[in-house]
């Protein structure tokens, strides 16, 4: 069948780094089997039919250029323009909409777009777009504080996709100003005209954890309730349970084992053991045993593909199994027999791998132990713990140093983004944020599950298994090599073709400096997105040629799908063979719902802090300047790892230069010049917590006084 290979030639084509192929060398980066090869033909004429791939020179395949008209998804911009992501990809992208030629559309909507040339930059056609036609509405619900005007009622959305209020003609009993509401549209908004809607749902008090996370869950279409055929299936699987039916299981409870995990985790889905082996190591990591309680294709396997991951918001978790399971006989408590599958890695005194073995084991958990509690052990504070335990510490810790210097000779990249803890108060409220705990221990845990991740993957791969891999290609050369313009002007002599070890060296020589964060951001940017994908692509920011998730069953669909081959090679089977085009399908489901779970969970986060700050305008704090633009400077709060933003106007009285290739703004008269990575002292002006905006200050007015043009340009050389 030709048609199973389309989207995935589709989606190969429009990978940001692919580099145009022939249908042979096509057909080799996707795995495809030779006698499979003439289905694999016949989907690439299919394609080319239909206009949706060109053959060019040597017969190498791309897609078509931009076309007179466009159908696709409407994504606005809260400054006024937007853009259309096309539904058939094309080589320029997604089309930019100008101000004023959207006729109406919101962020969601299907729309047409009349295609029009507005010149070349670089020897490359731009294009706009001018919205001629709304086919399809897309969501016609979106969440929102309720407002009340001298005359009218409205609810003003959340966030800023839609920034237009929607007007309400009856509010109902109880209605009160400030209240979070779902808001159902009945009338779309048209050029002059606000959209009307009718309240579906009221949330609660804006400003209380409880309504402010069940508004994120609403805006983000998250499913936070499990149907009753889910629950009784969960429920028997759960009831059917014999820990002593080992099953042909090894049985490895009485192996030292322990589990590391956060103080409110509640679903421990991995364990670790380390064993000496004479001048080396032996790493077990042994994972929850999932799939033998979801059985593919039931009514749990379902659910849990539709969710595709776990969320974990503060004080409130969207499971991605119901709790009788993931924090039932799945979760790896202490003391209790569980089944697990357990990846086995024979290690040499260098921490270089040289065997590894799966196997379907039984285990129990010694001890439960928290990263904070685990370090101290390690630190020498073991009072109270069995020598068993403690010394297992010791082996844990000298293994993954190890690791951890064989992984970054081999080129493992690890990036330097600060993270904080949000601290609330027993009402919800948030009371501080805190550095996150950044213990030895959480590299620990980090390396093994790494090292299990790629064993499993490469026994997978050795047995010529199509399976959902784990891939992050390496940054596009356009990248690259905007990211190498960007750190020369801010001083860094780079290659214009970085490699893994100019990217080790470069986040090296910034570590501990002020423009540490904005160095990092950017190199983070250049790389495009880690996602799911059966593709033959290796893991860019590892150094890992195979690679996937096994580790989290409990929270992530793809490690499910990787169990259920696990088992097969574990018990020396042939696994089935997948479907490549359902495999494709599904790795792309799932790299979307991670990235929307990852979007809510930051959104919340992000709230909570608005709020906590508008308690604080006026106060000054230590900044980083960490993004530059036509309209303004981009500045992070180091404090509470928070981005805000100083517009142009509140600079100073100066006629403001703007380099976004050279990441700053120069004033014209005073020479003061701002620039990506400059400490910056900034004062908080105001927060808007529904709109998601900071803004800000410099704490002291640039100075006004000209200085002499020649001198300020030589200084910024």
């Known amino acids: ?32 089997a030779e006698e499979a090869y003439g289905s694999f033909r016949q989907a690439i004429k299919i394609l080319r ?99 009340q005007s001298e005359d009218a009622w409205f609810v003003l959305p959340d966030g800023n996709a ?19 509401v779902v808001a ?49 299936e969960a429920r028997r699987a759960a009831e059917a349970f014999d820990p002593a039916a080992a099953d042909g299981r090894e049985d490895l409870t009485g192996l030292t084992v322990v589990t590391i995990d956060p103080p ?47 969320v974990y918001f503060p004080r409130k978790v969207l499971p991605m199994l119901p709790e009788v399971l993931s924090n039932g006989v799945c979760s790896l408590q202490e003391g209790q027999r569980r089944f697990c599958k357990s990846a086995f890695i024979r290690y040499d005194a260098a921490g270089e791998v040289v065997g590894a073995r799966l196997a379907e084991t039984v285990i129990r958990s010694a001890r439960r132990l928290t990263y904070t509690e685990a370090q101290a052990i390690i630190d020498g504070k073991s009072g109270g713990y069995e020598r068993a335990v403690v010394e297992l510490l010791k082996r844990m810790d000298d293994l993954a140093r190890r690791i951890d210097r064989r992984r970054r000779k081999q080129g493992m990249i690890q990036l330097d983004l600060p993270a904080v803890e949000l601290v609330l108060d027993e009402q919800g409220k948030l009371a501080d944020a805190v550095p996150e705990d950044d213990s030895y221990t959480h590299t620990i845990i980090e390396m093994f599950m790494v090292e299990a991740n790629e064993a499993v993957a490469r026994a997978l791969a050795a047995g010529n298994v199509d399976f959902l891999r784990r891939i992050h290609p390496e940054p596009d050369r356009p990248a690259g090599r905007q990211l190498v313009s960007f750190l020369r002007v801010c001083g860094h002599k780079l290659p214009r073709d970085l490699s893994r ?9 910034v570590k501990g400096k002020p423009e540490s964060y904005a160095v990092n951001l950017a190199v983070l940017k250049s790389f495009e997105q880690a996602e799911y994908s059966p593709m033959r692509v290796g893991h860019f920011a590892l150094a890992s040629d195979n690679y996937c998730h096994f580790t989290s069953p409990i929270r992530r669909y793809p490690d499910l799908t990787v169990h259920r081959l696990f088992a097969d090679l574990a018990r020396k089977r042939r696994p089935g063979a997948p479907d490549v085009a359902e495999l494709v399908a599904l790795g792309s489901h799932c790299s979307t719902t991670e990235r929307r779970a990852e979007a809510a969970e930051e959104e919340l986060r992000t709230v909570l802090l608005l709020q906590f700050l508008a308690g604080k305008v006026g106060e000054s704090f230590d900044g980083v300047v960490t993004g530059v633009t036509n309209f303004g400077l981009f500045v992070q709060l180091p404090r509470y790892v928070i981005e805000g933003l100083i517009r142009m106007a509140d600079l100073g009285d100066d006629w403001w230069e703007v380099s976004t290739q050279a990441g700053e703004i ?37 100075s006004a006084r000209p200085q002499r043009r020649r001198k300020a340009r030589k200084a910024s050389q």
């Open 1 to 32: 069948m030709p048609e199973r290979y389309v989207e995935a030639i589709i989606k190969y084509l429009s990978s940001r780094d692919y580099q145009p192929l022939n249908p042979r060398q096509l057909a080799r980066q996707l795995g495809v």
């Open 49 to 147: 039919d239909s206009g949706r791939v060109v053959l060019g020179a040597r017969n190498a395949l791309t897609l078509p250029e931009m076309s007179a008209r466009v159908v696709g998804t409407f994504r606005a911009n809260p400054r006024g323009f937007g853009f259309v992501v096309p539904e058939t990809p094309n080589a320029h992208g997604d089309l930019y909409v100008p101000e004023g030629e959207s006729a109406g559309a919101m962020t969601g909507d299907t729309v047409v777009a009349r295609v029009l040339k507005r010149g070349k930059r670089g020897g490359e056609m731009l294009y706009h777009g001018r919205v001629v036609e709304i086919v399809r509405r897309g969501a016609s619900r979106l969440v929102g504080t309720l407002q």
């Open 162 to 180: 839609v920034t237009e209020p929607v007007v309400i003609g009856d509010v109902g009993p109880g209605a009160r100003p400030g209240q979070k």
């Open 184 to 232: 159902e549209i009945t009338s779309y908004p048209s050029p002059g005209k606000l959209a009307r809607g009718v309240i579906v749902e009221n949330i609660g008090a804006a400003g209380q954890i409880e309504a402010e996370t069940l508004a994120v869950i609403r805006a983000h279409g998250l499913p936070d309730t499990f149907d009753g055929a889910v629950l009784a």
């Open 264 to 310: 409110d985790a509640r679903d421990f889905d991995d364990a670790v053991s380390v064993q000496a082996d004479g001048g080396g190591f032996v790493l077990g990591v042994h994972i929850a045993d999932v799939s033998h309680f979801v059985a593919a294709g039931k009514a749990v396997d379902t659910e849990a593909r539709l969710r595709g991951n776990s």
């Open 501 to 509: 070890a100019d990217i080790q060296r470069l986040l090296e020589a």
């Open 666 to 702: 120069r004033g014209e008269r005073s020479g003061r010049r701002f620039r990506i990575g400059d400490p910056l002292k900034v004062r908080i002006a105001s927060v808007d917590p529904a709109r998601r905006q900071l803004n800000l200050l410099p704490d002291r007015e640039p």
